[in-house]
């Protein structure tokens, strides 16, 4: 064993302090970790702990019990604390077993994706058609993302080159620096070319230090950032009584519910979106599912009891 005592306190405040300096995590993460340790320190002491080589494994099963009353998203992050406390316990040679390993950690439900009927995405992309100076590139970028899927990190890294506008094709860097060539549709085209001819030039000349060729500009001529995509979206939203309803993943969460919707199989959904997995895809089979089984309900007449 190390020199840290093997007192409670002194290995949960070794572990902080790991991972601070090691692992170089935030402030507000670290702050988590710490309320949630103490939470767990607290907890062994009900149970005369006065060590950490004193807790076994029905120490930890009896703490996660105690946290099913509340969320299991909290539960779930509470014990991911822990089972991470025990762990470098175990790398720092204060104990030989690791007696969280085995702790089942609570199993947090599912969110589906929340994905806007296509009425609620028309009037969104309508309300882009005003007389304002950067109307023309609000359409285009909000169009552009429901047609393509594109993570709004990947939109605004895009260049002008990158999109094909005769093929109606672009190509999008993933996640992990995977390319994927996803096809753009006929309306995400007109409204890029609007922009691109009618407005881009003007915000061009306004760069002070030129933009690197990015295809999405700010007022000032500079590369639209993600905060910049969202406040766009925002706007728009609130135009039509979306306020609160939508980001520029919902967007991504749209295209994807409504080509399954449309027919399309999940593994040419799973290529457009650019996930490396099928499994990470078929959340949105779920909300098709519960779609049908809305609309089967209201409409077969042997669906529900009277």
């Not at 402030?27 to 080589?53: E, G, I, K």
Request: with cysteine.
């Amino acid at each position: 064993m190390n020199g840290v005592s093997d007192d409670l306190d002194s290995r949960v405040k070794a572990h902080l302090e790991h991972l601070s300096v090691e692992r170089g995590l935030s402030a507000n993460t670290l702050a988590a970790y710490r309320r949630d340790l103490s939470r767990y320190r607290v907890f062994l002491d009900t149970r005369d702990r006065a060590n950490f080589s004193d807790i076994d494994r029905a120490d930890v099963s009896a703490f996660l019990a105690s946290l099913q009353d509340g969320a299991a998203s909290s539960a779930a992050r509470t014990m991911s604390a822990v089972r991470g406390l025990h762990r470098f316990a175990v790398a720092e040679g204060w104990v030989g077993v690791d007696v969280s390993d085995d702790v089942a950690p609570p199993q947090v439900p599912m969110r589906l994706p929340k994905a806007l009927p296509l009425d609620d995405i028309e009037r969104l992309l309508a309300a882009t058609e005003i007389d304002e100076p950067m109307a023309l590139r609000d359409r285009a970028l909000l169009e552009f993302l429901y047609s393509t899927g594109a993570r709004v990190s990947e939109a605004v890294a895009l260049d002008v080159d990158d999109i094909d506008r005769e093929d109606r094709t672009v190509v999008l860097d993933g996640k992990g620096g995977k390319q994927r060539l996803v096809p753009v549709g006929s309306y995400a085209c007109r409204a890029v070319d609007d922009y691109l001819v009618r407005l881009r030039p003007e915000l061009t000349r306004k760069a002070r230090s030129g933009n690197g060729g990015a295809l999405f500009l700010n007022a000032r001529g500079g590369r639209l950032t993600r905060q910049g995509a969202w406040t766009v979206l925002g706007a728009v939203a609130e135009r039509v009584g979306l306020a609160g309803r939508v980001s520029p993943h919902t967007l991504r969460h749209s295209f994807a519910t409504h080509l399954l919707d449309g027919g399309a199989d999940i593994r040419t959904v799973q290529e457009l979106l650019g996930h490396s997995s099928a499994t990470t895809t078929q959340i949105y089979t779920r909300v098709t599912v519960d779609r049908l089984r809305e609309v089967y309900a209201t409409s077969h007449p042997r669906a529900l009891n009277s």
